[in-house]
Nanobody, 123 residues
Framework: QVQLVESGGGLVQTGDSLRLSCAASARTFSIYYMGWFRQAPGKEREFVAAIRWTGGSTYYADSVKGRVTISRDNAKTTVYLQMNGLNPEDTAVYYC????????????????WGQGTQVTVSS
């Protein structure tokens, strides 16, 4: 069982930045991808970004490309999501997830999920 704990959400204004963190209680060899998803009220949960744990390749949704950076700290088994230029359309609950095998990293088919952290962007 892997536990994921997100932190760093909050209420910000348009144009502000936030950095989300997700700490995993897993050995790094068991992680293939770690990803971030978000779910706005009344909408489906959608892919935001992911990182291949070995090698560090990164992947982004078109809607956030250029504004968001995903990174990892191997020693802390923690993944970060740096978000810049936030706008009200970014308001959502952000979830961290881990995938222990390859496959479609853009789908919601991840093995473990965190509880989520709320990000609210006011106009």
């Amino acid at each position: 069982q892997v536990q994921l704990v997100e932190s760093g959400g909050g209420l910000v204004q348009t144009g502000d930045s936030l950095r989300l963190s997700c700490a995993a209680s897993a050995r790094t060899f068991s992680i293939y991808y770690m990803g971030w998803f978000r779910q706005a009220p009344g909408k489906e949960r959608e892919f935001v970004a992911a990182i291949r744990w070995t090698g560090g390749s990164t992947y982004y949704a078109d809607s956030v490309k250029g504004r968001v950076t995903i990174s990892r700290d191997n020693a802390k088994t923690t993944v970060y999501l740096q978000m810049n230029g936030l706008n009200p359309e970014d308001t959502a609950v952000y979830y961290c997830a881990t995938k222990t095998y390859g496959g479609n990293l853009y789908s919601k088919d991840y093995d473990y999920w965190g509880q989520g952290t709320q990000v609210t962007v006011s106009s």
